[in-house]
């Protein structure tokens, strides 16, 4: 396959599914250039390259853009085979993406409901954050974990990338006296995807843009 020769990043200090392509590029040992976005007047270059869904992050290569996080990762490992964010055989292959596939469509939202609900609702909200915590905490043991301090293994892998960059964004619900991240295996792969050095230097990075 013939390697691209410019990648380009818009994306926003704010978002979770921007850090997680950050860490990917990284991982892979990819060269990008970055365009931080301003979410309330985006560029005409960012409008032009995702006309339809208007999100960040999207992904530019050789001036293809790719758009939504979940696309991009998958492009992102296709393009740049090593180090695999998959496993080689097809069943644990199909299961990984079953699991993403949760994540983002059952898992993302009841985090948002969680911190944004109030009230009566809020309750509501954090049993059913809970419910599916638990869920995708055992389907991830069950069916996707092999021995090694993260989901993957010895080395980081979609589900790391994923749960990993959105970590940051479930400790506000600890304000809420919800005390579940201690103590579970779903954690403790966060909790060491977290030291690893492209979420340093991703983070090093994305504090020139962050708002004083």
């Not at 990043?9 to 250039?33: E, N, P, Q």
């Not at 853009?65 to 644990?92: F, G, H, K, N, R």
């Not at 009566?120 to 059913?128: G, L, P």
């Not at 959105?166 to 506000?172: D, G, I, S, T, V």
Request: aromatic share 12%.
């Amino acid at each position: 396959m013939v390697q691209p020769n410019e990648t380009k990043l818009f994306g926003s200090v704010r978002s979770g599914y921007c850090d997680m392509i950050h860490h990917a590029l990284r991982l892979k040992g990819v060269k990008y250039d970055y365009e931080e976005e301003d979410l309330t007047n985006k560029s005409e270059e960012f409008l032009k390259m995702n006309p339809v869904y208007k999100k960040v992050p999207t992904l530019v290569v050789d001036g293809k853009p790719i758009a939504e996080s979940l696309v991009i990762l998958q492009y992102i490992d296709e393009t740049w085979p090593q180090p695999p964010l998959m496993p080689q055989d097809p069943y644990l292959k199909s299961k990984v993406r079953f699991w993403a596939d949760f994540i983002y469509q059952k898992f993302f939202p009841t985090v948002y409901a969680a911190i944004i609900s109030e009230g009566e609702s809020k309750a509501k909200a954090i049993d059913e954050f809970l419910n599916k915590f638990k869920t995708l905490e055992d389907g991830i043991s069950k069916e996707v974990y092999t021995e090694g301090l993260f989901i993957h293994g010895t080395t980081p892998g979609l589900l790391d990338l994923i749960m990993g960059g959105c970590y940051p964004r479930l400790k506000p619900i600890e304000t809420f006296g919800v005390k579940f991240l201690n103590g579970t295996n779903l954690c403790a792969w966060m909790d060491e995807y977290v030291k690893i050095d492209v979420v340093r230097e991703t983070a090093e990075m994305l504090s020139q843009y962050s708002p004083a």
